[in-house]
């Protein structure tokens, strides 16, 4: 069973830094691009991040870049997000996501078919 | 970067009802469109990808059509448990950037 379990969110002021981390399973991890979408309280999905399977290519959204860094450890399963110079419109449930299909490159991506339970960071002094 | 309009924004309906959401894309996507379902304080649940390829487990009153700019999803006959809010999201752009619609509310009339 695939599952994905974020951790790290919390409440941090302005300006200040957070790692996020999602730990995966019941998949061939190294295999698969996985990304970061957000969700502001009461608002919409928003693509954040994705990382290929290699982590040798990184993409983000233009209201991170510069700001947030994606990674992954594939030997330990495990995919990040360091997001620094946080903001108050940065406070959101982060969920990381599986792509679809296997060794693919980023630019054919088809889908997130596993999603983590998401893990709230509030920006607030 | 590209930018998707879903269409209606929020929808009532009933339990039976067929149900026709829209999502256009600024600039031709080819069928590099997904659908999501999304109930409060969950998840999104994957539904279709390549505009019209249905996910595995995902009951067949879904369906999804479209290319190029204008996409829909359809449900076939609303069952209670499909009231939810629904999203789209593109899979090609250049730069890369995986934009997700802004959603559509749907709610028992």
């Known amino acids: 069973e695939v599952q994905l379990l974020e951790s790290g969110g919390g409440l941090v002021q302005p300006g200040g830094s957070l790692r996020l981390s999602c730990a995966a399973s019941g998949f061939t991890f190294s295999s698969y691009a996985m990304s970061w979408v957000r969700q502001a309280p009461g608002k919409g999905l928003e693509w954040v991040s994705t990382?290929?399977?290699?982590?040798?290519?990184?993409y983000y959204a233009d209201s991170v870049k510069g700001r947030f860094t994606i990674s992954r450890d594939n030997s330990k399963n495990t995919l990040y997000l360091q997001m620094n110079s946080l903001r108050a419109e940065d406070t959101a449930v982060y969920y990381c996501?599986?792509?679809?299909?296997?060794?693919?490159?980023?630019?054919?991506?088809?889908?997130?078919?596993?999603w983590g339970q998401g893990t709230l960071v509030t920006v607030s002094s | 970067a590209i930018q998707l309009t879903q269409s209606p924004s929020s929808l009532s309906a009933s339990v039976g009802d067929r149900v026709t959401i829209t999502c256009r894309a600024s600039q031709g996507i080819s069928s590099a469109l997904a659908w999501y379902q999304q109930k409060p304080g969950k998840a999104p649940k994957f539904l279709i990808y390549?505009?019209?390829s249905l996910e595995s487990g995902v009951p067949s009153r879904f369906s999804g059509s479209g290319s190029g700019t204008d996409f829909t999803l359809t449900i076939s006959s609303l069952q209670p448990e499909d009231f939810a809010t629904y999203y789209c999201?593109?899979?090609?752009?250049?730069?890369?950037?995986?934009?997700f619609g802004q959603g559509t509310k749907l709610e028992i009339k």
């Open positions: 996501a599986k792509e679809l299909i296997s060794l693919i490159e980023v630019a054919d991506g088809r889908g997130f078919d596993y």
């Open positions: 990382i290929n399977n290699s982590g040798s290519s990184t």
């Open positions: 999201q593109q899979f090609n752009s250049y730069p890369l950037m995986y934009t």
């Open positions: 390549d505009a019209s």
